[in-house]
């Protein structure tokens, strides 16, 4: 016997949350104006550093399989929760910061796009949980989103991020040895995309996102200029 559906179940609002996500419109850097606006966003690579090759081609330009996951909050989120959105550019706030970290570490801009989708408080670290989850973006865990000293950089260690793209301001030098073990970290997110989770619940929320993937047409993929 089938289980009855519950459309609030985590795996299906999770699923619900990717989903949106993956129909807004892809927009190419570098940023035009402000937004306002909280949520999460999805950064997507399109040129050719042999780091990235598997990455690239894998997802053929469009725009579906994103090299880091993001989230920006209102101002004073730990303070209690607000139906009221947030008049604030939060999202193209952490999109600038990004765009300075790629351009200081030696990447073209132009390269990258991004899509982004504005939430209400009580979805975005939800969102932005299962979409890592699922796609295993290879920025994320790299050291790319951080903005003060911590983890690595407090033993003198250059972040993963930073042993590949030398030049931000402040970070510590990379020997052969962390550059590998940049590189090998980003093979192994990519040879996992869609496959191997050791949660059952996190497999089939993976399932469902790749299936609409899969069921995009062309027309609905590429990257666009924002206005």
Same mark, same amino acid.
């Given at each position: 016997?089938?289980?009855?559906?519950?459309?609030?179940?985590?795996?299906?609002?999770?699923?619900?949350?990717?989903?949106?996500?993956?129909?807004?419109?892809?927009?190419?850097?570098?940023? +035009?104006?402000? *937004?306002?606006?909280? #949520? &999460?966003?999805?950064?997507?690579?399109? !040129?050719? %550093? $042999?780091?990235?090759?598997? =990455?690239?081609?894998?997802?053929?330009?469009?725009?579906?399989?994103?090299?880091?996951?993001?989230?920006?909050?209102?101002?004073?989120?730990?303070?209690?929760?607000?139906?009221?959105?947030?008049?604030?550019?939060?999202?193209?706030?952490?999109?600038?910061?990004?765009?300075?970290?790629?351009?200081?570490?030696?990447?073209?801009?132009?390269?990258?796009?991004?899509?982004?989708?504005?939430?209400?408080?009580?979805?975005?670290?939800?969102?932005?949980?299962?979409?890592?989850?699922?796609?295993?973006?290879?920025?994320? +865990?790299?050291? *790319?989103?951080?903005? #003060? &000293?911590?983890?690595?950089?407090?033993? !003198?260690? %250059? $972040?993963?991020?930073?042993? =590949?793209?030398?030049?931000?301001?402040?970070?510590?030098?990379?020997?052969?040895?962390?550059?590998?073990?940049?590189?090998?970290?980003?093979?192994?997110?990519?040879?996992?995309?869609?496959?191997?989770?050791?949660?059952?619940?996190?497999?089939?929320?993976?399932?469902?996102?790749?299936?609409?993937?899969?069921?995009?047409?062309?027309?609905?993929?590429?990257?666009?200029?924002?206005?």
């Amino acid at each position: 016997m089938s289980e009855p559906f519950d459309p609030l179940a985590v795996e299906n609002v999770g699923v619900t949350l990717a989903v949106e996500l993956l129909e807004r419109p892809v927009h190419r850097m570098p940023l +035009g104006r402000p *937004f306002p606006g909280a #949520g &999460v966003y999805a950064l997507y690579y399109h !040129g050719e %550093a $042999s780091a990235y090759a598997p =990455l690239v081609m894998r997802d053929k330009g469009a725009s579906r399989y994103p090299i880091y996951i993001g989230s920006a909050v209102r101002e004073n989120a730990k303070q209690g929760f607000t139906a009221k959105p947030t008049t604030q550019a939060k999202i193209h706030a952490r999109l600038r910061n990004h765009q300075r970290s790629i351009i200081g570490g030696g990447l073209d801009p132009t390269l990258f796009s991004y899509r982004y989708l504005v939430l209400n408080d009580a979805y975005i670290t939800l969102a932005e949980s299962v979409l890592i989850a699922v796609f295993r973006p290879v920025w994320n +865990g790299m050291g *790319f989103g951080s903005n #003060g &000293v911590g983890g690595p950089r407090m033993n !003198g260690d %250059a $972040s993963l991020w930073d042993a =590949l793209h030398a030049g931000r301001a402040g970070r510590p030098a990379a020997g052969e040895a962390r550059r590998a073990e940049a590189a090998a970290h980003i093979a192994n997110s990519v040879a996992r995309i869609g496959a191997d989770y050791d949660d059952p619940r996190t497999g089939q929320m993976a399932a469902r996102v790749m299936r609409f993937i899969d069921g995009r047409t062309p027309a609905d993929r590429g990257p666009s200029e924002q206005a």
